[in-house]
């Protein structure tokens, strides 16, 4: 029972609408007073009639009241709108139509003030406005009517007086509460929203604040990107310049203007470890003082001198300012303007073979987390040094190898004239006939000598004569004579090392003969005989002899036919 009265008195809520919430709010509990007040009112005329009948005045309370609870129901039904236009209607008829029994003086008219601030509550301004001015009108009809004699107003007994009165008094006491309590509920939700809103805006500066801290932050990162992507586009253009430039000379210079262009260091130096291992020689700059330094043969004693002998001893990067303890590395007169440096090592494998020293004009351009990105860039100009040192040192030995090539191949075509007999061939337009020995070097005025060259070296010469004095070779007639020159060059020397080749197998063959057929014997004369024997038959006239001889006596007191 009591939660049915609980809920019967609970104003309906529409969560979708906060507004809609408190004019339903408003016109509930005006609906329920102002029934209440009508069936008080009729309650009191009950008690202080002399009669028990029931009149046109009860029928017509009781048809108010019975509006009352309709528009009760239609607040519940979320017919807001329609009900507190009902509610003011009926009100405002009612405290003007009772006001025709007493006149203007009637204390219902007083009722017109709670109109008024009903009207305001449930539609607003505007309709309060219109109350208003209806009431006023009312007020000089009434007024106007009484003075015409419209109308005769009854008796006005004080007792009923303070009936009436009590009940306006106490209606209005219930709307002007209810003001209140919607005055008051809107000012705490006000209040609330207010202190929402402090606590947003508090939020706010605290995320704005977050935001400047995160936007430095991404700033700063956007910055450190950038340089990240500037020494990793130089460690990409180091790599290709490797790739490309494989003389040791042109390499160094172009990488210290690489590094130097791509990350914008002050000064690039390339500094190489002496064969002995006690010097770091620089071998490459890109600012004039290092150019100086170049000149003049600058080196640094590894181990002792600097950060590029400490790092060329340690094998591990180091970071020096020109504040502190590092300040001496700075009282250098070709880099005045150095006021930081960083110092790599150049390793290929365990093995360090110099250091990249980078120097900059700004205090402190390079941080801890530098060292790791800038290894890279130092271990690609290790392997960039190392391949084109290798490309030097296999180029150096192909020059040499050539030069041995040449050498012996000269030796052996001196060896291979040598037993020829024939030197060379002559025809003279009818038939080709042999030549014993080579022909003078005096040359006749329309000669024409082409050598015949195999692997540099001259083994031979085309000599052309022409019957007319006034002939001119061709440029076809002396690339035909040129060509033919290096295939007989090709063919000669094809045959001089086929017949080599026929010399080592037969050679290998005897060898091998000989070898098998002294395997095969066990007794000591068969084995020297068979000795004597076949080194005679291939050594076409020699005479061959075979002695024992006692290995205590000096080769040097054998008479001559012992030895």
Known sequence: MLKRAITFLKPPV?????????????????????????????????????????????????????????????????????TSTLLVIIIWMASNGIATGYG??????????????????????????????????????????????????????VTSFVQDISVVLLLATVFVGILISGLEKAIKRSRASVRELEIANIELNRAQTDLHARTAELVATNEELQKRSERLRAIAEVARTATSVQSFDRLLPLITSIISKQIGYYHVGIFLVDEQRQYAILRSANTDGGLRMLARGHRLKVGEQGIVGFVTQTGTARIALDVGQDAVFFNNPDLPDTRSELALPLKVGNSIIGALDLQSTEANAFATEDVALLTILADQVAVAIQNALSYEQARRALREAEIASRQASGQAWREYVETLQTKGFRYDGIKAEALKEPPGSTDEKNDLLIPVQVRGQTIGRLRLKTSDSAHQWTEDELAIIEATAERVALALDGARLLEDAQKRAARETFLSEIGTKLGASFQLDSILRDTVEELGQNLKGSTVSFQLVNPSTPYMELSDEER
């Not at 408190?22 to 209440?36: D, E, M, N, P, V």
């Not at 029931?54 to 108010?64: C, E, S, Y």
């Not at 009722?111 to 509550?121: D, G, H, Q, R, W």
């Open 14 to 82: 529409f969560p979708e609408d906060d507004e809609k919430t408190r004019k339903a709010s408003y016109a509930h509990w005006i609906s329920l007073a102002f029934t209440g007040a009508v069936l008080l009112f009729e309650f009191i005329l009950r008690n202080t009639r002399a009669t028990e009948n029931l009149g046109v005045v009860d029928a017509a309370l009781f048809g108010i009241a019975l509006v009352g609870v309709l528009c009760w129901w239609l607040v519940h039904k979320g017919y807001v709108s329609l």
């Open 104 to 157: 203007i003086r009637d204390a219902s008219f007083i009722l017109n003030f709670a109109t008024i601030t009903m009207a305001a509550l449930l539609l607003g301004w505007v309709a309060s406005t219109i109350v208003g001015i209806l009431s006023i009108i009312s007020a000089f009809g009434i007024a106007y009517a009484e003075t015409a004699g419209l109308f005769t107003p009854r008796e006005y007994p």
